[in-house]
């Protein structure tokens, strides 16, 4: 297990260094240009801070400069565009918390519903409780998730008006915290719009696995040796049924890190996911290859955890071994 795991990260860094090492090529073919400012104090730190980071040096001593000050100075660049001037990396933190919140909330709200209805389809197979949910988990994974954004938006706010246009408060506007009501209330739309899909997929992956559960030899032994139905399906299929489960939903709480671009947009969510398209419309060099490196690590860190997490989930499952 320890050898898989070392392995695994290893690839993965490797990965990503290679991600990277494209993403920074490409980029810096466009050939910045150097921002310009009337304040000459300004100007000359914008200068400074160019040269520093090795905008004027052929394109492979940039590659060296811009590595040698992750590893050295943890320094991502800087934003030229979205915030001039400004720490790239500050950005990024700057733009997490929104990101994370309405996520997470969407999250806490999708897994019970998505489960109990696919817990509820599976019990009830082949009867109208299953066909009427199996119809709306297809309806639901097929539609993209702006055109519920879109849905949400013109009968909650427009038709009935109960929230407000733009999303979310600012802290200022909403008592200076992430965790009030008005601030909770402010992201009940983008929360609704995020959570269909989500309570899809794991609908129909928990119908699926509990059926199959269900009609295992062990459930009829399990039947025989005189346990109801339901004593049968609490103490035995589920337990058993959320093996496979349990790291999708592990990997949706890491995946929470990236947020939804086409949801901020739409909301205009400050996030990092509206910060991601600020940055390629602005051709803000610094912050787009910061994003990408973010983007790709989560994604690789959730591949990761999931397929070791199924290694302490499910005992009979031995990672690495042949």
């Known amino acids: 297990m320890t050898k898989y795991v070392i392995k695994r990260v290893l690839l993965m860094f490797l990965t990503l ?11 810096r073919a466009l050939k910045p240009a150097k921002p310009e400012t009337q304040d000459l104090n300004q100007q000359k730190a914008i200068e400074d ?10 394109i492979l001593s940039q590659y060296g400069i811009y590595l040698k000050n992750i590893a050295t100075k943890w320094d991502f660049g800087t934003s030229w565009k979205v915030k001039m001037n400004s720490d790239a990396w500050d950005l990024l933190i ?23 209805l696919g817990v509820l389809a599976a019990i009830k197979k082949n009867k109208w409780q299953d066909t009427v949910i199996s119809t709306g988990v ?26 407000p246009q733009s999303t979310i408060y600012s802290l200022a506007d909403a008592g200076g915290s992430y965790f009030t009501w008005k601030m909770f209330y402010s992201m009940i739309m ?45 103490r035995h299929a589920l337990k058993n049924a959320m ?19 086409i949801i901020e947009q739409i909301f205009s969510i400050p996030g990092v996911g509206n ?37 302490f989930i499910d005992p009979r499952i031995r990672m690495g071994e042949r």
């Open 17 to 27: 260094f290679i991600i990277v090492s494209i993403s920074f090529f490409l980029i």
């Open 49 to 58: 801070r160019w040269e520093a980071l090795g905008y004027n040096e052929p």
């Open 243 to 261: 093996v496979p489960i349990l790291p999708m939903i592990i990997s949706s709480f890491i995946g929470i890190l990236g947020g939804s671009f």
């Open 94 to 116: 700057g733009r997490l918390p929104p990101t994370i919140i309405v996520n997470l909330y969407s999250l806490l709200f999708s897994i019970p519903v998505g489960i109990g």
């Open 138 to 163: 297809i309806i639901f994974i097929s539609v993209p998730s702006y055109v519920y954004a879109f849905l949400v938006q013109y009968f909650m706010y427009f038709k009935w008006g109960w929230f």
């Open 190 to 234: 983008p929360i609704l719009a995020l959570s269909f899909g989500e309570i899809a997929g794991l609908c129909r992956f928990t119908r699926a696995e509990l059926t199959e559960t269900l009609t295992s030899d062990y459930m009829l032994l399990a039947r025989t040796k005189g346990l109801t139905r339901r004593q049968a399906t609490t």
């Open 275 to 311: 910060l991601y398209i600020q940055s390629v419309n602005l051709l803000d060099f610094d912050v787009f290859m910061l994003d990408t490196i973010f983007y790709t690590f989560v994604g690789l860190l959730a591949g990761i955890v999931v397929d070791i997490s199924y290694g």
